[in-house]
């Protein structure tokens, strides 16, 4: 059976539970799919943490390096995210360098750390205009069953949260907490026949007609909105996906973030 027939019986499937209230894998249309971490997991990382939503496994690792200062922040460290879709987390995933749903959503991730101030980049300053520590989140993709991007997420701030800079190593003074101040968590919805649904399976993302991924932070604010799909939302529905965001966000965070 041919790959555009199999998409239509998924989609329509999907859809017929939809109307029923349902999801494939029992969840309800708000709720988040059981998730693990564990953080220290690499020992040469500064930082780092394994991450397991539903199927969806993903490692990030945090290294810092001193470095030279962008020339329009010369008092502020440098955050620079990266991610990699190993090919033996999907079939679809290939070999070689970034491709762009890759580089895209690690700016997703990089753009709700840097727009929330996540990071204190100040106190990543050594020498106005000569040296700063610069902050590389290098994000594996594992095994993918849908929604790497809050993953990636989750994982990056859980790798900050247990990241030291090393001051003693670079023989730039004492080590030192990385100095976080926020913790943004991005939440993903997607559209499927006029319903929006959390946390899509990689089914969902491959039938929906609109996902929205927006990133709040710890007051409620918001620091990073991404749409992608053919499908647009009105006013009233783009609203409803923000404060079930918001909401979902401070439920992961009281859950998984603050005791780490």
């Known amino acids: 059976m041919g790959n555009e027939v199999m998409s239509v019986l998924k989609k329509d499937y999907i859809y017929n539970l939809m109307l029923k209230g349902q999801r494939a894998d029992g969840r309800a249309f708000d709720e988040i799919r059981d998730i693990e971490i564990r953080t220290n997991v690499i020992e040469k990382a500064e930082g780092s943490a394994w ?30 995210t990266s991610m990699e879709l190993n090919p033996i987390a999907s079939p679809d995933f290939e070999a070689g360098p970034p491709k762009e749903n890759a580089i895209e959503m690690a700016r997703v991730t990089d753009r709700g750390i840097r727009e929330s101030g996540a990071i204190d ?9 000569e040296e700063v520590w610069m902050v590389f989140i290098d994000i594996h993709v594992l095994n993918n069953e849908g929604n790497i991007q809050d993953v990636s997420s989750l994982g990056a701030i859980a790798a900050l949260l247990t990241a030291v800079v090393p ?40 039938v929906c007609d609109t996902r929205i991924t927006i990133v709040s932070n710890q ?33 992961l965070r009281e859950a998984h973030l603050l005791n780490i």
């Open 121 to 129: 980049l100040n106190k990543l300053c050594i020498t106005e205009g």
């Open 51 to 80: 991450i397991k939503m539903g199927g969806t496994e993903i490692l990030v690792g945090v290294k810092l390096q001193v470095g030279t200062p962008f020339p329009d922040s010369a008092d502020q460290g440098v955050i620079i």
């Open 219 to 251: 007051d409620g604010s918001i620091s990073g909105m991404q749409k992608s799909g053919d499908g647009a939302l009105t006013e009233e529905k783009l609203l409803k996906a923000v404060s079930l965001a918001c909401q979902k966000a401070s439920e």
């Open 167 to 206: 001051g003693e190593r670079e023989g730039r003074g004492e080590d030192m907490p990385m100095p976080i101040r926020d913790m943004p968590i991005s939440v993903t919805l997607v559209d499927i026949g006029g319903e929006m649904m959390v946390d899509p399976d990689l089914d969902e993302e491959t």
